[in-house]
């Protein structure tokens, strides 16, 4: 993990939910509450199976699985920047988190891991 990647670890689940996106454009979320600037569609709950081996495939190392949650992390290739994608089981789908620990923008870069996750899940 390189000097300017931010403090360690997702923030994890928050009363019950992911934890709300800051003010800044570089995180997104399908939790209830999140602004329409920051909000993605949940997954379909039929995705949780194949969601760790999916990361895990795109680049991002898994650091936290249990039976309702997991997280990754995700790092760039040049400034080694560390991003946090979050996922919860929830009854009818799975709720994502994906957020930079660093910096105010992220180039869309989190809301495209979002899109490229549900693509690979075949979750369109």
């Not at 709300?20 to 909000?39: D, F």
């Not at 789908?93 to 979002?114: C, E, I, L």
């Amino acid at each position: 993990m390189g000097p300017s990647s931010g403090p360690a670890g997702a923030p994890g689940v928050v009363s019950g939910s992911l934890a709300a996106c800051p003010a800044s454009p570089n995180c997104v979320s399908s939790e209830a509450g999140t602004p329409e600037s920051h909000r993605v569609a949940p997954l379909p709950k039929s995705s949780w199976a194949r969601a760790s081996a999916t990361i895990t495939a795109m680049g991002g190392v898994v650091t936290q699985q249990s039976d309702d949650y997991i997280t990754a992390e995700f790092t760039s290739l040049l400034m080694r920047y560390v991003d946090d994608v979050e996922l919860r089981l929830a009854n009818d789908a799975v709720h994502v988190r994906s957020a930079s620990r660093v910096g105010y923008s992220d180039m869309g870069a989190n809301r495209a891991r979002v899109a490229t996750l549900r693509q690979q899940l075949g979750a369109q």
